[in-house]
């Protein structure tokens, strides 16, 4: 999990859908009366004492084993691992702070630049994962020690550890770089006038999702997951070497020195067994929550379960914050040469004026006033601190002070003789080192505990000003996000209008038509005007405004018994009113139309209205004169259940300049004369239900009359087209099997055609296989066909993958055409593009040596 702002996005016709990704500040919106009281309380100042706790013992960490007594392969990977942990602190705090000066939040793009490329590539992805890895590295050179100590010199984790801590930060570096090509920032304006910035994914990210996706999941799996999994699988291993290790030890007679450096490399390793062991512990929520919101939907910041997400996630981010600390006093109770180097840096300054007792060491000499010191082998090296002995003697072997039925007193810090005796009592080797961590754990609790009581008692009038404040937030929340994308939103058909009076007024020859109203739709109730053009959402559209009019039920916008209803004998048709109605409708009301891209409008009609089996339109475009040939010269009788025109000869009966065209796939402008009519609103359908919900909002309609079910319109929308499919053509063929000479072949090649339809609409992935046999498919029950297509559709996975999908069947059609019949159908969709703005030209849009054909091709069987 990371506290770092992650991305919004505002409506625009490249990026999602504004809300599936939220920056902090919009997921502090969402979050319950309750969930805000608890982060004032508990959370928030528990951040606050873990980030100050953690910093100056991190710190303190990478001071003392840069120490030359502390130096060693482990200590390299102990100063790597505290360094990512620095740069991860780091980076909270000063996102902290600066943010505590922005209001509101994400108001200054530096530092929205500043949380997205800098804390969150730098802190969260690169430094907090390089740490798992190189804790990782740690455990592996630990376990060689154990195993093989007289080889461990010869060890490459051992030999060179400043290249092995390198080596992770910059893979882990080189591995999320692809991050920073993700997003691109923008400034928007909320409801209460302030300018925050918004985060939108680049076009190159998502030309290369798949690759980044899989870049980042590998990151993610490998950095975090198997690191964390691989260096437990070591920490057991090592323990396991250790014990054999001192049992082999018992057995084998050995000097004092060998006894002692055995000793120290047993402590050293198994210091660092509960440092690691600690750190991980306190890391796992973190990895536990990232995980858990990946599979399961409802467990993110927007889901079902947001206010147990924040709380979860802030008690995840405040363990990792207190796993960055916690190495600290391990170290300090577990490691007496940790400990000494820890005293020594601190009492340097302060070792002068002891009193009785002091011993000084000098060339190997021990002055003690009353008792004896026996040096054997080496000196008592006590270089800031005193050593007392009252009664006793001090044995040093090997540069180690072994004090019996005495006290050793090292002093730390000024203050009174008592003191320094307490603290020595306490950091003194022996039984009462878990006395020494235990009383470190209370005092750290209740400074903690008091620090919660003392921050609630300040703010307690935080708790119900909360309770106030959320329930005006929770009325307003809907309508702050909804402010702000139709602010959004409303430059944007600003910009289209303009567009459009801009082309109609330079070129008004190239758009003169003869005005028609036949169209045309409208709701008196909510001064609304529409004007549909096929193949562009009018089936939706003219639902709606069979709702609106009440001549559909509330609510029935994607029922399936009214589906297909309100869409033929139209009573709200402009063309059926009188002259003065019709000038008064055009005058008043708010006109709107929607329109597509040229050549994914040409693409769609061909799919449903020609490759789908549709015989009256098959006449019609043999009658216009082309198409009674297929590529291979063969005739074609159209009486005969045939359905193999390719996309090329529909092309070219398209382009051939016949009269009559039909209007699924005449161009858009004669429909709707928007140059003559002057429409509000020019909707589109790359951003379709953006569009749809800003007009509908613009005349005041609620969403729920529409539909009264709490599901996606996209969803929706698919099911829609695939009940349609399944039932109406795959019944239209069964009853045909008795006129056609294929029989059931017929009614098997249109079930075909029909799953393919559905793959290149994205609504059907093509990983998933086809479920029926190639034959007796006229015996199956339509209800059955229905549902194993609504099963295929589950099972299709991520809607964005399906969504390439579609285009990238669009882009292997057109690739199908020669140069010179593009030629014709860029010239045939020429004033539609300029018009609308969209790109024509098919030098840009489908270049030569631009296609380099998929994984799976879709019309191969076909053509």
């Not at 080596?167 to 909320?190: D, G, P, Q, T």
């Not at 396991?240 to 057995?251: D, G, I």
């Not at 695939?722 to 239209?732: I, N, P, T």
């Not at 339509?782 to 295929?792: E, F, G, I, T, W």
Request: net charge positive.
């Amino acid at each position: 999990s990371s506290p770092f702002a992650m991305t919004t996005t505002y409506p625009n016709e490249t990026t999602p859908r504004a809300g599936e990704e939220l920056s902090v500040f919009d997921k502090a919106l969402l979050l319950s009366d309750g969930q805000r009281a608890l982060a004032a309380t508990i959370q928030t100042p528990l951040k606050y004492i873990f980030i100050a706790m953690a910093t100056p013992l991190t710190l303190c960490n990478v001071i003392v084993f840069s120490q030359k007594d502390m130096r060693s392969a482990s200590g390299t990977y102990v100063i790597g691992l505290n360094a990512g942990q620095l740069l991860y602190i780091f980076f909270n705090t000063v996102s902290i702070i600066w943010s505590s000066f922005v209001n509101p939040p994400y108001s200054q793009s530096s530092f929205c630049i500043y949380e997205i490329y800098i804390a969150h590539f730098g802190g969260v992805l690169v430094a907090k994962r390089a740490s798992y890895a190189i804790l990782c590295l740690a455990s592996a050179e630990r376990l060689y020690a154990v195993v093989r100590p007289l080889h461990v010199k010869n060890f490459v984790l051992s030999k060179h550890p400043v290249i092995g801590v390198l080596s992770v930060y910059a893979l882990s570096a080189i591995w999320h770089v692809y991050y920073l090509a993700k997003y691109r920032m923008v400034m928007v304006n909320i409801a209460s006038g302030h300018t925050v910035c918004r985060f939108l994914k680049t076009e190159l990210y998502l030309q290369q999702k798949d690759v980044n996706d899989a870049f980042g999941l590998s990151a993610k799996i490998i950095l975090t997951y198997i690191s964390l999994l691989l260096q437990l699988v070591l920490n057991v291993l090592t323990i396991w070497a250790l014990q054999r290790h001192n049992m082999a030890a018992r057995q084998v007679q050995s000097t004092t020195n060998e006894d002692a450096k055995r000793q120290q490399e047993r402590q050293l390793t198994f210091t660092l067994l509960c440092a690691s062991a600690a750190y991980v512990l306190l890391s796992l929520p973190a990895a536990f929550l990232n995980l858990i919101s990946t599979t399961v939907p409802e467990f993110t910041p927007t889901g079902k379960y947001r206010n147990v997400y924040a709380v979860y996630a802030d008690f995840s981010y405040n363990m990792t914050m207190l796993g960055c600390g916690v190495d600290f006093f391990c170290y300090l109770a577990l490691s007496s040469k940790y400990r000494n180097m820890v005293f020594r840096l601190i009492g340097r300054k302060t070792s002068k004026g002891l009193g009785k007792g002091s011993c000084v060491v000098s060339s190997g000499s021990c002055v003690v006033s009353s008792g004896s010191c026996l040096v054997s082998s080496g000196s008592c090296v006590v270089s800031t601190g005193s050593c007392v002995v009252s009664s006793g003697s001090c044995v040093v072997s090997s540069g180690s002070c072994v004090v019996s039925s005495g006290s050793c007193v090292i002093k730390i810090m000024t203050g009174s003789l008592r003191g320094r005796r307490l603290l020595g009592y306490f950091a003194r080797t022996g039984s009462n080192r878990r006395c020494f961590l235990a009383l470190v754990a209370a005092l750290g609790f209740c400074i903690c505990l008091i620090d919660v009581l003392l921050y609630s008692k300040t703010k307690h009038s935080r708790i119900p000003r909360v309770a106030q404040l959320q329930a005006s937030r929770l009325a307003e929340t809907k309508a702050a996000i909804t402010a702000e994308e139709l602010s959004e939103l409303e430059r944007i058909h600003q910009e289209r209008r303009d567009h459009l009076r801009n082309v109609c007024r330079s070129r008004p020859s190239d758009f003169q038509v003869n005005p028609r109203t036949r169209y045309f739709s409208f709701s008196e109730n909510h001064r609304l005007l529409y004007c549909s053009i096929q193949k562009v959402g009018c089936s939706f559209w003219l639902r709606v405004m069979k709702i609106l009019t009440n001549q559909l039920p509330r609510g029935s916008l994607f029922r399936g018994s009214f589906i297909h209803k309100g869409l033929n004998g139209n009573s709200i048709s402009l063309a059926e009113q009188p002259v003065s109605e019709q000038q008064r409708i055009l005058g008043t009301f708010k006109k709107f139309l929607f329109v597509r891209d040229p050549y994914a409008r040409i693409f769609s009609g061909y799919l449903d209205k020609v490759f789908l089996p549709n015989r009256r339109l098959l006449v019609l475009l043999q009658r216009d004169g082309g198409g009674q040939r297929n590529d291979s010269g063969s005739e074609r009788d159209y009486s005969k259940c045939k359905t193999n025109m390719s996309f090329a000869a529909f092309i070219r009966t398209l382009t051939s300049g016949k009269p009559r065209t039909d209007p699924h796939f005449s161009p858009m402008f004669p429909h709707c004369s928007p140059c003559h009519y002057g429409f509000d609103y020019v909707g589109k359908m790359e951003t379709f239900m953006l569009d749809a919900e800003f007009i509908l909002s613009k005349a005041g309609v609620d969403m729920s009359v529409l539909s009264s079910d709490d599901r996606s319109f996209s969803d929706d929308n698919d099911l829609i087209l695939l009940e349609d499919l399944a039932k109406d053509r795959f019944l239209h063929a069964v009853k045909r099997v008795p006129k056609c000479p294929q029989g059931d072949k017929y009614v098997c090649e249109v079930l075909h055609r029909i799953w393919t339809v559905l793959q290149c609409r994205g609504i059907i992935s093509t990983t998933v296989p086809y479920p029926f046999l190639p034959n007796n498919c006229s015996l199956l029950e339509p209800r059955y066909v229905v549902r194993q297509l609504k099963d295929a559709c589950k099972n299709s996975g991520n809607r964005e993958v399906r969504m390439r999908q579609r285009k990238e069947a669009m882009v292997e059609a057109f690739y199908s055409l020669p140069k010179d019949l593009l030629k014709k159908t860029q010239d045939y969709v020429q004033k539609d593009c300029d018009l609308f703005g969209y790109e024509c030209s098919v030098d840009v849009r489908f270049p030569e040596g631009g296609y380099v054909g998929q994984t799976s091709s879709f019309f191969k069987s076909y053509w």
